[in-house]
């Protein structure tokens, strides 16, 4: 299977933005969600944000709705992860899942069949 990787973390200040990026995304035609997941140390990896394939429709966990944005160009083959206002507790590293089985929980990581290596996001105070 083909992975994923991810790209654009960094060091911020609390109230920057960066831009994830994630390629390859899944096809159009297979009909796939996909997801971007934090984990920070000491704690599970997070479901953040997830995108249907088909209609592009975009579903944010409480915590940072209002400041993530998650898109897809297919032109690029690449998902983006924007995220605005960043907090110091949004620090973590942060994975692209693709790969998402049909009918699972779209925030439980085992959902999901292929990962990135990770890109790490630190926000200071």
């Known amino acids: 299977q083909v992975q994923l990787a991810e790209s654009g973390g960094g060091s911020v200040q609390a109230g920057g933005s960066l831009r994830l990026s994630c390629s390859p995304s899944?096809?159009?035609?297979?009909?796939?969600?996909m997801a971007w997941f934090r984990q920070a140390p000491g704690k599970e990896r997070e479901g953040v944000a997830s995108?249907?394939?088909?209609?592009?429709?975009?579903y944010y966990i409480d915590s940072v709705k209002g400041r993530f944005t998650m898109a897809r160009d297919p032109a690029e083959d690449i998902v983006y992860l924007q995220m605005d206002r960043l907090k110091p507790e949004d620090t973590a590293m942060y994975y692209c899942a693709a790969g998402y089985v049909p009918g699972r929980p779209v925030y439980d990581p085992k959902s999901y069949t292929r990962w990135g290596q990770g890109t790490q996001v630190t926000v200071s105070s």
């Open positions: 995108m249907t394939n088909r209609l592009y429709s975009t």
């Open positions: 899944e096809s159009a035609s297979s009909g796939r969600r």
